[in-house]
């Protein structure tokens, strides 16, 4: 059974950071695509970012670019999330999960942005 669990959330004031990770069970990480997403109250659930397979390549989502780093550590079947400079638009839910995939989704961690 693949499981995706988030931990690392909080509360936050606007331009803190904090840095989320996710702990993958199930699958062999490698052979994956991960990404991270997240979901704001009231609104659908948004893709942030994504990671390749051997952790070389990147991309995000033109809101979060040059303020959230991902990463990931296969042998530790781990993904990261930093992020940096948070805003109050920033606060959700945020989830990781294998890019593409349907398994089921985590139960996410939240962060909030909040002076």
């Not at 989320?20 to 490698?30: F, H």
């Not at 990931?72 to 294998?98: G, M, P, S």
Request: hydrophobic share 35%.
């Amino acid at each position: 059974q693949v499981q995706f669990v988030e931990s690392g959330g909080g509360t936050v004031q606007p331009g803190g950071s904090l840095r989320l990770s996710c702990q993958v069970s199930g699958l062999t990480l490698s052979n994956f695509i991960m990404s991270w997403h997240r979901q704001a109250p009231g609104k659908e659930r948004e893709w942030v970012a994504w990671i390749s397979n051997d952790g070389r390549n990147m991309k995000y989502a033109d809101s979060v670019k040059d303020r959230f780093t991902i990463s990931r550590d296969n042998d530790k079947n781990q993904i990261f999330l930093q992020l940096d400079r948070l805003k109050a638009e920033d606060t959700a839910v945020y989830y990781c999960h294998a890019h593409g995939s349907t398994w089921d989704w985590g139960q996410g961690t939240q962060v909030t942005v909040s002076a």
